[in-house]
Protein backbone atom coordinates (compact mmCIF):
# COMPACT_ATOMS: atom_id res chain seq x y z
CA UNK A 1 0.00 0.00 0.00
CA UNK A 2 1.15 3.34 -0.43
CA UNK A 3 2.24 5.35 2.47
CA UNK A 4 4.07 7.60 4.54
CA UNK A 5 6.82 6.08 7.44
CA UNK A 6 8.48 6.50 10.79
CA UNK A 7 10.35 4.05 11.54
CA UNK A 8 11.81 6.08 14.88
CA UNK A 9 9.07 5.91 17.33
CA UNK A 10 10.85 7.49 20.07
CA UNK A 11 14.14 9.11 20.12
CA UNK A 12 16.05 10.98 23.48
CA UNK A 13 18.46 13.38 23.19
CA UNK A 14 20.60 15.52 25.30
CA UNK A 15 20.85 19.33 24.92
CA UNK A 16 23.01 20.13 22.03
CA UNK A 17 22.86 16.84 19.89
CA UNK A 18 22.15 16.43 16.80
CA UNK A 19 18.85 15.35 15.48
CA UNK A 20 17.85 13.17 12.45
CA UNK A 21 14.09 12.06 11.86
CA UNK A 22 13.74 9.63 9.22
CA UNK A 23 10.81 9.53 6.94
CA UNK A 24 10.04 7.54 3.97
CA UNK A 25 7.37 7.48 1.28
CA UNK A 26 6.54 4.50 -0.58
CA UNK A 27 4.48 6.03 -3.95
CA UNK A 28 5.92 7.11 -6.97
CA UNK A 29 5.54 10.03 -9.21
CA UNK A 30 5.28 14.00 -8.03
CA UNK A 31 5.31 13.80 -4.31
CA UNK A 32 4.78 16.15 -2.09
CA UNK A 33 6.09 16.31 1.18
CA UNK A 34 6.02 17.94 5.34
CA UNK A 35 7.43 18.04 8.15
CA UNK A 36 4.81 18.89 11.05
CA UNK A 37 5.34 19.44 15.05
CA UNK A 38 2.96 19.16 17.36
CA UNK A 39 3.97 19.93 21.18
CA UNK A 40 2.32 18.81 24.23
CA UNK A 41 -1.37 19.91 24.60
CA UNK A 42 -1.04 21.95 20.92
CA UNK A 43 -2.05 22.01 17.73
CA UNK A 44 0.23 20.85 14.85
CA UNK A 45 2.25 23.32 13.12
CA UNK A 46 3.79 23.21 9.69
CA UNK A 47 8.04 22.60 10.09
CA UNK A 48 8.75 22.45 6.46
CA UNK A 49 7.80 22.03 3.10
CA UNK A 50 9.02 20.37 -0.34
CA UNK A 51 7.23 20.61 -3.22
CA UNK A 52 9.62 21.17 -6.42
CA UNK A 53 13.52 22.18 -6.91
CA UNK A 54 15.98 22.52 -3.99
CA UNK A 55 15.75 19.31 -2.37
CA UNK A 56 17.31 20.93 0.78
CA UNK A 57 14.63 22.91 2.38
CA UNK A 58 15.08 24.88 5.57
CA UNK A 59 12.15 25.27 7.81
CA UNK A 60 11.17 27.42 10.99
CA UNK A 61 12.85 26.62 14.47
CA UNK A 62 16.29 25.58 12.57
CA UNK A 63 14.76 22.58 10.99
CA UNK A 64 15.72 21.34 7.46
CA UNK A 65 14.92 18.25 5.35
CA UNK A 66 16.43 16.25 2.45
CA UNK A 67 13.99 15.51 -0.22
CA UNK A 68 16.32 12.44 -1.49
CA UNK A 69 14.20 10.78 -4.85
CA UNK A 70 16.04 7.74 -5.02
CA UNK A 71 15.93 6.84 -1.60
CA UNK A 72 12.12 7.78 -1.70
CA UNK A 73 13.62 9.73 1.87
CA UNK A 74 12.46 13.07 3.44
CA UNK A 75 14.88 12.91 6.79
CA UNK A 76 14.43 16.06 9.48
CA UNK A 77 17.60 17.45 10.85
CA UNK A 78 18.61 19.63 12.83
CA UNK A 79 22.23 20.18 14.27
CA UNK A 80 21.64 21.21 17.85
CA UNK A 81 18.49 20.16 19.75
CA UNK A 82 17.02 22.27 22.55
CA UNK A 83 14.66 21.35 25.69
CA UNK A 84 12.02 22.58 23.92
CA UNK A 85 12.21 20.51 20.47
CA UNK A 86 10.74 17.98 22.97
CA UNK A 87 7.81 17.15 20.74
CA UNK A 88 6.03 14.49 18.42
CA UNK A 89 7.16 15.20 14.88
CA UNK A 90 4.86 13.93 12.02
CA UNK A 91 5.59 13.31 8.24
CA UNK A 92 3.39 13.71 5.54
CA UNK A 93 2.88 13.62 2.21
CA UNK A 94 0.70 14.06 -0.61
CA UNK A 95 -0.80 11.26 -2.91
CA UNK A 96 -2.29 11.59 -6.48
CA UNK A 97 -4.35 8.82 -7.20
CA UNK A 98 -6.62 9.40 -10.38
CA UNK A 99 -6.31 13.13 -10.13
CA UNK A 100 -7.43 13.29 -6.86
CA UNK A 101 -4.62 14.08 -3.66
CA UNK A 102 -4.82 11.90 -0.54
CA UNK A 103 -2.57 13.76 2.22
CA UNK A 104 -1.72 11.15 4.50
CA UNK A 105 0.98 11.24 7.64
CA UNK A 106 3.10 8.61 9.14
CA UNK A 107 2.80 7.35 12.65
CA UNK A 108 4.69 9.95 14.39
CA UNK A 109 7.79 9.48 16.48
CA UNK A 110 8.12 11.24 20.07
CA UNK A 111 11.19 13.09 20.59
CA UNK A 112 12.41 13.69 24.08
CA UNK A 113 15.22 16.48 24.81
CA UNK A 114 16.81 16.11 28.07
CA UNK A 115 18.08 19.16 29.77
CA UNK B 1 -4.60 33.82 7.85
CA UNK B 2 -6.31 30.67 6.82
CA UNK B 3 -8.93 29.71 9.40
CA UNK B 4 -10.35 25.84 9.58
CA UNK B 5 -13.44 25.62 12.21
CA UNK B 6 -14.41 23.11 13.50
CA UNK B 7 -17.97 23.03 15.51
CA UNK B 8 -16.87 21.42 18.45
CA UNK B 9 -14.13 21.24 20.96
CA UNK B 10 -14.94 18.42 23.09
CA UNK B 11 -17.73 15.64 22.91
CA UNK B 12 -19.34 13.21 24.57
CA UNK B 13 -22.09 10.86 23.66
CA UNK B 14 -23.76 7.73 23.79
CA UNK B 15 -23.22 4.41 22.07
CA UNK B 16 -25.23 3.98 18.98
CA UNK B 17 -26.03 8.01 18.30
CA UNK B 18 -25.76 9.39 15.66
CA UNK B 19 -23.17 12.27 15.74
CA UNK B 20 -21.88 15.04 13.55
CA UNK B 21 -18.95 17.00 13.41
CA UNK B 22 -18.71 19.93 11.46
CA UNK B 23 -15.93 21.41 9.88
CA UNK B 24 -15.91 25.08 8.07
CA UNK B 25 -12.64 26.58 5.99
CA UNK B 26 -12.67 30.15 4.68
CA UNK B 27 -10.03 30.06 2.11
CA UNK B 28 -12.28 28.73 -0.65
CA UNK B 29 -9.81 25.15 -0.83
CA UNK B 30 -10.93 22.42 -3.52
CA UNK B 31 -9.35 19.76 -0.65
CA UNK B 32 -11.05 18.89 2.64
CA UNK B 33 -9.74 15.94 4.97
CA UNK B 34 -11.19 14.58 7.99
CA UNK B 35 -8.54 12.31 10.39
CA UNK B 36 -8.77 10.90 13.77
CA UNK B 37 -5.42 11.06 15.40
CA UNK B 38 -4.60 8.21 18.49
CA UNK B 39 -1.51 7.89 20.63
CA UNK B 40 0.78 5.87 18.79
CA UNK B 41 -0.94 5.59 15.35
CA UNK B 42 -1.01 9.13 14.37
CA UNK B 43 -3.18 10.70 12.08
CA UNK B 44 -5.41 8.44 9.87
CA UNK B 45 -7.71 9.46 7.13
CA UNK B 46 -11.11 8.96 7.44
CA UNK B 47 -12.49 10.36 4.54
CA UNK B 48 -11.65 13.47 1.85
CA UNK B 49 -13.47 15.29 -0.63
CA UNK B 50 -11.93 17.08 -3.87
CA UNK B 51 -14.94 18.61 -4.75
CA UNK B 52 -18.70 19.65 -3.70
CA UNK B 53 -20.53 16.54 -3.41
CA UNK B 54 -17.40 14.92 -4.17
CA UNK B 55 -15.69 12.10 -1.94
CA UNK B 56 -13.03 9.40 -1.43
CA UNK B 57 -12.63 6.94 0.68
CA UNK B 58 -9.73 7.19 3.29
CA UNK B 59 -7.82 4.20 4.81
CA UNK B 60 -10.71 3.99 8.09
CA UNK B 61 -14.24 4.68 6.35
CA UNK B 62 -15.81 1.68 8.29
CA UNK B 63 -18.57 3.13 10.36
CA UNK B 64 -18.12 7.17 8.94
CA UNK B 65 -20.00 9.00 6.47
CA UNK B 66 -19.12 12.50 5.21
CA UNK B 67 -20.53 15.31 3.27
CA UNK B 68 -19.71 17.75 1.65
CA UNK B 69 -22.84 20.13 -0.26
CA UNK B 70 -21.04 23.03 -0.10
CA UNK B 71 -17.17 24.51 -0.88
CA UNK B 72 -16.51 25.46 2.53
CA UNK B 73 -18.21 22.70 4.60
CA UNK B 74 -17.51 19.72 5.48
CA UNK B 75 -19.34 17.19 7.43
CA UNK B 76 -18.29 13.90 8.93
CA UNK B 77 -20.98 11.61 10.10
CA UNK B 78 -20.78 8.59 12.93
CA UNK B 79 -24.03 6.61 11.90
CA UNK B 80 -24.01 4.83 15.43
CA UNK B 81 -20.99 5.45 17.51
CA UNK B 82 -18.97 2.65 19.31
CA UNK B 83 -16.54 3.29 22.06
CA UNK B 84 -13.84 2.58 19.42
CA UNK B 85 -14.77 5.96 18.00
CA UNK B 86 -13.52 7.73 21.17
CA UNK B 87 -11.11 10.24 19.59
CA UNK B 88 -9.32 13.28 18.75
CA UNK B 89 -10.77 14.18 14.83
CA UNK B 90 -9.36 16.60 13.05
CA UNK B 91 -10.37 18.41 9.97
CA UNK B 92 -7.87 19.97 7.08
CA UNK B 93 -8.16 22.02 3.80
CA UNK B 94 -5.46 22.63 1.61
CA UNK B 95 -5.23 23.79 -2.34
CA UNK B 96 -3.43 21.82 -4.77
CA UNK B 97 -0.20 24.20 -4.11
CA UNK B 98 -0.38 23.99 -0.48
CA UNK B 99 0.15 22.28 2.87
CA UNK B 100 -3.13 21.22 4.94
CA UNK B 101 -4.38 23.58 7.53
CA UNK B 102 -6.04 21.95 10.43
CA UNK B 103 -9.05 22.94 12.68
CA UNK B 104 -8.17 23.05 16.15
CA UNK B 105 -9.81 19.11 16.97
CA UNK B 106 -12.83 17.98 17.95
CA UNK B 107 -12.28 15.18 21.23
CA UNK B 108 -15.12 13.30 21.07
CA UNK B 109 -15.78 10.14 23.66
CA UNK B 110 -18.58 7.62 22.85
CA UNK B 111 -19.51 5.86 26.55
Known amino acids: AQSVSQHNHHVILSEAASLELGCNYS??????LFWYVQYPGQHLQLLLK??????LVKGIKGFEAEFIKSKFSFNLRKPSVQWSDTAEYFC?????????????FGTGTRLKVLA | DVKVTQSSRYLVKRTGEKVFLECVQD?????MFWYRQDPGLGLRLIYF???????EKGDIPEGYSVSREKKERFSLILESASTNQTSMYLC??????????FGQGTRLTVV
Open chain 2, 92 to 101: ASRSRNTEAF
Open chain 1, 27 to 32: YGGTVN
Open chain 1, 50 to 55: YFSGDP
Open chain 1, 92 to 104: AGTLTTSGTYKYI
Open chain 2, 27 to 31: MDHEN
Open chain 2, 49 to 55: SYDVKMK
